[in-house]
């Protein structure tokens, strides 16, 4: 099986040794997105606007992959304070209208000191 990592330069650089994403035949595995810019500056202003620019991120590497947001099967959302709950999903819900699985979990600290983060899996 073939699995080729994705690179887009319209999507915040990997904060690290990873790729953006991993495309397969049956999947796209996209590493988790950080509210940065395309050259990796982090996002200031409310939770929305950090889900938003997560979710922006995503969609610029699921299109360098061939795929896009519509085919997202699966999505993990990490937070920092689970009081951001609603207002993520407020944003969230905006992006992916059909409504793919997923998972949203509470966790200590994210990369950067950010509050939210993004990954998902997807169609080719």
Not at 75 to 83: P, Y
């Amino acid at each position: 099986m073939s699995a080729t990592p994705v690179f887009t330069k319209n999507a915040a650089p990997p904060a690290g040794p990873y790729s953006q994403a991993i495309k397969t035949p049956t999947a796209i595995y996209c590493s988790g997105q950080i509210p940065c810019d395309a050259e990796g500056n982090l996002i200031e202003g409310t939770i929305q606007q950090k889900t938003a620019a997560c979710i922006s991120n995503l969609k610029a590497v699921l299109e360098e992959a061939g795929s896009s947001i519509e085919k997202v099967v699966k999505v993990n959302a990490f937070l920092t304070d689970m009081s951001n709950f609603a207002a993520m999903n407020e944003e969230y819900a905006k992006w992916f209208v059909h409504k793919p699985a997923r998972s949203c979990v509470a966790v200590k600290q994210l990369p950067k000191g950010v509050d939210v983060e993004i990954e998902c899996i997807a169609l080719p």
